[in-house]
């Protein structure tokens, strides 16, 4: 089958990602990369982030679209869960109404959206895409999701991993005041052993003793003084 296309035969089938166009004897190409996690597990009852990143050679406009939906497990039937046009659209009916939530941020490149009060039921494939006229051809990830219970292996390993952070920087504290004490107590007998260190004690009736001897001697003098001027007197 002859495809249509631009002068040269050459026809924008051949490009399944990319929208070619000619203008002025020039081929241009837009593009729009999409990119979102293939797997993401999640528990019942704990929010859930579904992450949509994408890139566009074009600026944002408010004609930018967000489209999410979502494929139960082993049914070929979609359906929409969430649209975004300069302004927020999540669902108002079927199992994920007042569920969804805008995260993303399309200045940023983010076409994120998040679940509250996830089930079991809501385990299935979730697809994002964008739209950025004239950046409209771009491929569709898809990201499957699964819910389960939160089971005692796994609240047991969050408390575990609390109870290392916890005691990990306690041990290390520890340690470092033990090192630091014995380096203390070493230092303490080294000197003790090379020379005499006098108590506190001792300190003290040295320097009451230098004192007392000071006030002597300012005694002394005065007294020298006076018999010299009584002298001088008489």
């Known amino acids: 089958m002859q495809q249509s296309g631009a002068p040269g035969g050459r026809g924008c089938g051949l490009f399944p990602l990319l929208a070619v ?23 019942v009852g704990e929010k859930i982030r579904l992450k949509c990143t994408f890139k566009s ?9 967000v489209d999410w939906t979502y494929r139960p497990p082993g049914s070929s039937r979609t359906e929409s869960i969430f649209h975004y046009q300069s302004f927020q659209y999540p ?20 076409a994120s959206i998040s679940i509250s009060n996830p089930t079991i039921k809501d385990n299935g ?5 964008v739209k950025n006229p004239p950046d409209v051809h771009h491929n569709i990830p898809v990201t499957e999701l699964t819910v389960t219970e939160r089971g005692f292996g796994t609240m047991l390993s969050s408390v ?4 290392i952070l916890v005691f990990i920087p306690s041990a290390v504290v520890v340690v470092l005041l033990l090192v630091r004490m014995a380096r203390k107590s070493a230092g303490l007998k080294k000197r ?20 007392d001897d000071c ?9 020298e003084c006076l018999d010299s001027d009584s002298e001088e007197i008489y």
């Open 192 to 211: 003790s052993k090379s020379s005499y260190k006098k108590s506190s004690i001792e300190v003290s009736d040295d320097t009451d003793q230098e004192e």
């Open 215 to 223: 006030m002597a001697r300012l005694c002394v003098r005065c007294a």
């Open 125 to 129: 494939t979730f697809s994002c895409a």
């Open 57 to 65: 050679t074009s600026s944002v406009t408010d004609k930018l679209t």
């Open 21 to 43: 166009l000619w203008f002025q004897g020039v081929y241009i190409v837009l593009s729009l990369e999409i990119k979102a996690a293939a797997h993401v597990r999640g528990y």
């Open 91 to 110: 669902t108002t009916a079927g199992t994920f109404r007042d569920r969804i939530s805008w995260v993303g941020d399309v200045y940023k490149g983010d």
């Open 160 to 163: 575990a991993l609390l109870s």
